[in-house]
């Protein structure tokens, strides 16, 4: 074996962050200054731009796996790599003036922030059912660490119990699944998996309990119906910036273990999951929609807007062709830049001691500050998918998908709860638009944030609607990243 | 002026949004005059912008003009596709109108937050002039859509003391049927092996049962705008809750975008659907015209009876499409831009007790005309309008539908017509009860005649009533060639 055949460059961006990472915490150890991170704030986000850049070169260039197969580079390896670094970046940045007030701003927090870059960059690039394994135990590894990281708070260790308990059951499925898997194709790589399916028809009993919990491991993870209990728990209890960095990011690399698993894997038995899936997202779409509605604080509305905007992703999934995939994709990547824009402006709102999580405290937020309210109303209709916004794209595309694969059902059911689901995001804007401010609460100019989140967030929030004329190019793109991609 | 020759569409829906977003970030409640002049500034260079459409629109012709034409999102074909004909000339110039009118009309009455309130109707106008434009499905949703955001504001911020659920009401209602229409406009992409111009749906062979689901996703759109009975109880709410001008808009121009979507989607693509389905849409339009006209008469609001009203004008536009006959659908046309004129005049004749008053029950008023003897005039000729006086635009409208309808089947005739009495008797009873009679109320008798913007506005709409009354031949000449095509193409059968 030499480092040839290890093909160590094309897992540089990993190797990258990784390395840096540990360069961060050693720094952090060190180099004790009077602000918080001074030193090792500006070298995560350095790292996060090396990861990206790292990933960017060599766009387009065929395919190639890594470490004897264990890991694969292509274009939507590389194009949601790059996404996931700088969304991270991004969340760091929103996060700084809350965590810091909440004593959450230390090295170690930046540090799991970074490895659990590292862990979704490693789920992107898996080629192999343990480098998939590898990839989300460390991702949920530092979750659990992030979260459990606010110590004073009573909801957030219940939060990260919770979070780690289902999770690790979870995983348990998930990898009893994959040992089944094995046990079956004789394979761990994806390829040899795949390969198998000509051997293996999709009516054996094995074969479907093994995919069968496969699917509920992943489904667990995304925080799908039926598995989806955890997630308003731990939005709810996490501090914001938690919540913001585990509600953004990670959907770059859940779609890829679901393209990677489900399509480059899984591929040959389509007809197992496919149902299994059309019936998960269109019971998370109306669950989701539906339950949200009860909610009184903003961060549980989020979790369920979530929970049903992931069963969106999925319909693209069971479409299991081309245009579906990179619907799906695209879905994801607009619901990162919309998610990173709502937690954004919670965050904004928030200052020491005055958590901004209750719904009410959106309340004549047009009177105390109208731009945010504006980039809020921009946001919610997006994620309520009303155009002009990239939300409206990325929900017309998976919809799409679906009927093009012949699901008229599930499509006019899912339109059908949209419907449900754009009321609670109205709500929102009945509530900064239409309501008076409480008397004594604070003007928003009084809450002391930086003019460059301002700036960043107005940027964030804008681009969902300016990118409607040039919304081809971004499809163009996406889908150019998956032409290497190969449709098993 | 290359820009104005080929791209006088554009110029028109991106002008007043471009102005909107202006006057959004230099006007703020301080700041009051700035918002107000830079709005009407805004909205009158639109209005002027707009004349070019009229003058140099060919009459002879009924294929797309102005047409401009650019890729948009390639994957799809989805192309920037504008263009108009005689049916959406008219429409668009109701809008840029209006438009002026109601931002004179938003004068002193709005205080808080004026420059969101102009903002929203300039951005509102340069989407609904897009509606009527587009001639790409997704395009066409696009603007449809949108559409939505700041009228939802408009009810739910500047609106009355029920506003938050008339505007959530009106929200979800447009937008389930417009998600239907999403669906059918999928659909038909992957019909027509890949192309979202409606021009080439238009030409689309498609079965009877896929014609018939198609028909009733756009069905579930356009009726829940026009609207029609039984999904016409949004109408009223928001009618009622909101302020002066965002019923002027919502009872002027988006109703009539359900109606040019029959004409422009529906019908062309699922003609036989449409043939096969009118019995039933003649039946709720009849239903409309003289129900809804029943209703209407025992109001005690007169925001309300005047919603009620548009319903049953409403009836009678979709009467005159679907017997499929020229005069009735040149008729119907007529109707719709008379209707905007008269409806939104009665909004305004109405925001102009409501502001001295604050009231807008019929009961509070009784011999207005002792106080107030200009705006008396107004009140009286548009409800003559309403009720379809001849040498009003209510009459031409009203009398073309009926003559047609009248060569095609007797009776639905004979029951529309019905609605010539029971219009005039709403229309004139609640003018009768406001206008006419002893003062009873001590506050009516310390009321102002109109002021000087009041008057402009008034005259500006009563103006465009008694010309299209007196003289439609012009309006007429621009819609003919379009409307007999129109009518030839659901003549043939798709099957």
């Given at each position: ?65 890594a ?5 694969i ?12 670094c ?63 990281m606010?110590r ?8 990260a ?7 690790a ?23 040899g ?10 009516d ?17 993870k995304l ?69 949200a ?34 619907a ?26 005055f ?34 916004t990239?939300?409206?794209f ?31 995001y ?7 638009y239409?309501?008076d401010?409480?008397?004594?609460t ?11 989140m ?10 969902l ?24 | ?11 028109l ?10 006057v ?56 920037y ?47 609904m ?36 659920y008339?505007?959530?009401?009106f ?20 019909a027509s092996?890949?192309?979202?111009d ?21 069905f ?22 909101a ?23 529906a019908?062309?693509?699922a ?69 905007g ?84 008797a ?6 009768k009860?406001?206008v ?15 002021d ?44």
């Open positions: 074996m030499t480092l040839t055949s290890l093909n160590l460059w094309a897992v540089a961006p990993e190797i990258a962050v990784a390395m840096l990472a540990c360069l961060v915490l050693l720094v952090d150890l060190y180099f004790r200054s009077a602000k918080p991170c001074a030193l090792s704030y500006p070298l995560t986000l350095a790292t996060l731009m090396v990861g990206a850049l790292l990933s960017l070169t060599g766009l387009f260039d065929p395919p190639q796996l470490l004897n197969g264990l890991v580079r292509d274009g939507v390896a590389d194009v949601l790599k790059a996404g996931t700088l969304g991270t970046a991004g969340v760091l940045f929103y996060a700084r003036d809350y965590a810091q007030e909440r004593d959450l701003w230390r090295g170690e927090y930046l540090v799991l922030s970074l490895f659990g870059t590292v862990g979704m960059m490693t789920m992107i690039g898996a080629a192999h059912l343990l480098t998939l394994y590898v990839g989300i135990e460390l991702l949920a590894l530092c979750l659990y660490g992030m979260i459990a606010q004073d708070s009573v909801r957030a260790a219940e939060a119990m919770k979070y780690f308990i289902l999770g059951l979870a995983s348990g499925v998930l990898l009893y699944g994959m040992s089944l898997l094995y046990g079956l194709t004789g394979s761990l790589s994806l390829e998996v795949s390969d198998a399916s000509g051997a293996l028809t999709s054996s009993l094995p074969l479907m309990l093994a995919i069968a919990m496969i699917v509920a491991g992943l489904l667990f925080g799908v119906v039926p598995f989806h209990m955890w997630v308003p728990d731990v939005y709810d209890g996490s501090a914001t910036s938690t919540t913001l960095y585990l509600s953004a990011v990670p959907k770059l690399a859940a779609f890829a273990i679901l393209l990677r698993l489900l399509s480059s894997g899984l591929g040959g038995w389509i007809e197992v999951w496919q149902d299994m899936l059309a019936i998960a997202a269109v019971l998370s779409i109306g669950l989701g929609n539906v339950v509605i009860a909610q009184t604080s903003i961060k549980r509305m989020l979790a369920y807007s979530t929970i049903a905007n992931m069963g969106f992703l999925l319909l693209g999934f069971f479409a299991g062709t081309a245009a579906g995939y990179s799906a994709m695209m879905y994801s990547v607009i619901y990162m830049v919309t998610t990173l824009a709502v937690f954004g402006i919670i965050l904004a709102l928030t200052r020491a001691g958590e901004s999580d209750a719904l009410d405290d959106f309340r004549g937020l047009n009177q105390r500050n109208p731009w945010l309210a504006l980039l809020m109303l921009i946001v919610m209709f997006s994620l309520a998918g009303i155009p002009p990239a939300g409206f990325a929900k017309f595309l998976v919809l799409q998908a679906a009927l093009d694969a012949g699901f008229v059902e599930v499509v006019v059911a899912a339109v059908v709860l949209a419907v449900i689901g754009a009321f609670y109205l709500r929102v804007v009945k509530l900064m239409f309501d401010p409480e008397t004594g604070l003007k928003v100019s009084a809450y002391g944030y930086r003019r460059s301002i700036w960043a967030l107005s940027g964030n929030a804008v681009l609607v300016v990118i409607t004329p040039w919304i081809g190019q971004v499809m163009d793109f996406v889908g150019a990243s998956l032409t290497n991609f190969v449709v098993s | 002026m290359t820009l104005l020759d080929h791209h006088l569409l554009s110029v829906i991106w002008f007043p949004v471009v102005g909107g977003i202006l959004l970030v230099a006007g703020n409640d301080r700041r009051i005059n700035t918002a107000r002049w830079a709005a009407l500034g805004f909205s009158v260079a639109t209005f002027v912008l707009s004349m070019p459409l009229w003058s140099r629109f060919d009459r002879a012709s009924a294929d797309m003009q102005f047409v401009e034409r650019l890729p948009w999102i390639g994957r799809f074909q989805i192309e596709l504008l263009g108009v004909d005689g049916i959406s000339v008219p429409l668009i110039l109701l809008t840029t109108v209006l438009t002026v009118v109601v931002v004179m009309a938003g004068w002193q009455v709005i205080r808080d937050r004026i420059a969101q309130y102009f903002a929203a109707f300039l951005i509102m106008e340069g989407l002039i897009g509606v009527f434009c587009a001639l790409d499905g997704i395009l066409f949703y696009l603007f449809w859509e949108a559409m939505l955001i700041p009228m939802f504001l408009i009810i739910g911020v500047w609106g009355g003391p029920n506003r938050v008339a505007a959530i009401k929200f979800l209602y447009t937008l389930l049927g417009s998600l239907l229409m999403l669906v059918a406009l999928l659909y038909l992409y992957r092996g890949g192309s979202f409606l021009m080439v749906f238009h030409q689309l062979p498609l079965s009877a049962g896929v014609q018939t689901l198609v028909f009733l996703a756009f579930a759109a356009f009726a829940v705008k026009i609207p029609m009975v039984p999904l016409h109880t949004w109408l009223p709410d928001a009618h009622v809750e302020p002066t001008g965002g019923s002027v808009i919502l009872a002027a121009i988006t109703l009539k975008m359900g109606a040019y979507g029959f004409l422009r989607l019908l062309p693509i003609p036989d659907a449409a043939h096969q389905i009118a019995p039933i849409i003649i039946g709720l339009s009849l239903l409309a015209v003289v129900y809804i006209a029943l209703v209407a008469l025992v109001q005690q609001d007169m925001k309300k009876l005047i919603a009620y009203s548009s319903i049953s004008h409403m009836g009678f536009v979709t009467l005159g499409f679907f017997v499929f006959e020229t005069r009735a659908m040149e008729g119907a046309i007529v109707q719709m831009i008379s209707h004129f008269v409806s939104g005049a009665l909004f305004l004749c109405v925001g102009v007790l409501y502001d001295r008053l604050h009231s807008r029950e019929i009961a509070t008023y009784g011999g207005v005309i002792k106080v107030m003897p200009v705006f008396a005039f107004f009140i009286v000729f548009f409800a003559m309008a309403n009720a379809g006086l001849p040498g009003t635009s209510g009459f031409v409208g009203e009398f073309l539908v009926i003559l047609g309808t009248f060569s095609v089947n007797g009776w639905y005739a004979a029951i529309a017509a019905l609605t010539l009495i029971v219009g005039a709403y229309t004139l009873w609640m003018v009860r406001v006419f009679g002893p003062i009873e109320n001590p506050q009516v008798a310390e009321l102002k005649d109109l000087r913007r009041e008057f402009a506005v008034l005259m500006i709409v009563a103006s465009g009533v008694l010309i299209i009354g007196v003289w439609p031949a012009p309006l007429l000449e621009v819609m003919d060639a379009s409307v007999d095509r129109l009518l030839m193409h659901v003549a043939v059968s798709k099957l």
